[in-house]
Nanobody, 122 residues
């Protein structure tokens, strides 16, 4: 069993930056690929970014490519999402998820955090 706890959300002006953290409990976490998703009010949850385990390869949604960076620190059981050049349309609750059978679909993941709110003002 893996438990995920996100933190680092908040209110920021457009053009600003935030770094989200996803801390995991459970010794097997470092064997799982991990993704970040987000859900804006009235919209479906959508894929943001993914980091694998063995090769630490990364993938991003087109909407955040070049602005967001996902990374992991295995020693700390933590995955980060560095968000730069934030836009009002990035406003959402951000969730981390682990143990994917794929990469992009919500249904691919077994474990989810509770989410952290990111609000970007114009």
């Amino acid at each position: 069993q893996v438990q995920l706890v996100e933190s680092g959300g908040g209110l920021v002006q457009a053009g600003g930056s935030l770094r989200l953290s996803c801390v995991a409990s459970g010794r097997t976490f470092n064997f799982y690929g991990t993704g970040w998703f987000r859900q804006a009010p009235g919209k479906e949850r959508e894929f943001v970014a993914f980091v694998s385990t063995s090769t630490w390869s990364t993938e991003y949604a087109d909407s955040v490519k070049g602005r967001f960076t996902i990374s992991r620190d295995s020693a700390k059981n933590t995955v980060y999402l560095q968000m730069n050049s934030l836009k009002p349309e990035d406003t959402a609750v951000y969730y981390c998820a682990a143990r994917p059978r794929g990469r992009y679909s919500i249904a691919d993941y077994d474990y989810w955090g509770q989410g952290t709110q990111v609000t970007v003002s114009s």
